[in-house]
């Protein structure tokens, strides 16, 4: 499975856009790229994934590079209650046991 | 959000005894998982069942057994619990190996 890369730690403004990195060189074509998040003793949420092209839904967007090398997940409005640690994940689109393998994650805090 | 509840929320035991999990569903998805999260080492697939009666290992399935009866309900056994067990385990469903798996909010175990 492909590895990603995301920086430990990063602040952003309420109210603005939070923009999350993330790098997975070695993703191979047939590997999606799946954004989780984990507030504080809750289960990982799911927000969003996409293959090739820039995705949108109502948590947020998700802008991958042409070469798909890296990507980077968009929360346009951020509020307190997006903080939270993100997971950039890179799956097989056929993913036999569905595993998913979890980084450490970007721990985003949203401050007012 | 995924019908997903998990039992007991809490439980604090002692070493040596059995400790069962239970996972129940409502959105008669096909696939379920069991994950522990510790500090360090992100979340570890234990085991993943694809059916009723169809279960197969994880990555770190040493000690743990399940059990799959109904769509609904995936059982987490813990034979003999250890202190090295103590945890934090989450369920999550899929209805297929390509679609986002949604996680329940997890069972606090500790083992004394």
């Known amino acids: 499975d492909a590895k990603t890369t995301q920086p430990p730690s990063m602040d952003c403004a309420e109210g603005r856009a939070a923009n999350l990195p993330c790098n997975h060189s070695?993703?191979?074509?047939?590997?999606?790229v799946y954004w989780y998040r984990q507030i504080h003793s809750q289960g990982p949420q799911y927000i969003i994934h996409g293959l090739k092209n820039n995705e949108t839904n109502e948590m947020a967007s998700l802008i991958i590079t042409e070469d798909r090398k890296s990507s980077t997940l968009i929360l346009p409005h951020a509020t307190l209650r997006d903080t939270a640690v993100y997971y950039c994940i890179v799956r097989p689109i056929y993913n036999q046991g569905g595993k998913l393998i979890f980084g450490q994650g970007t721990e985003l805090s949203v401050k007012p | 959000d995924a019908g997903i509840t998990q039992s007991p929320r809490h439980k604090v035991t002692e070493t040596g005894t059995p400790v069962t999990l239970r996972c129940h569903q409502t959105?008669?998805?096909?696939?379920m998982y069991w994950y522990r999260q510790d500090p360090g080492h992100g979340l570890r697939l234990i085991h993943y069942?694809?059916?009723?009666?169809?279960?197969d290992k994880g990555e770190v399935s040493d000690g743990y057994s399940v059990s799959r009866s109904k769509t609904e309900d995936f059982l987490l056994t813990l034979e003999s619990a250890t202190s090295s067990q103590t945890s934090v385990y989450f369920c999550a469903i899929s209805e297929s190996t390509s679609q986002p798996q949604h996680f329940g909010d997890g069972t606090r175990l500790s083992i004394l």
């Open positions: 959105e008669n998805h096909r696939y």
């Open positions: 070695t993703i191979s074509g047939n590997e999606y």
């Open positions: 069942s694809y059916g009723v009666k169809d279960t």
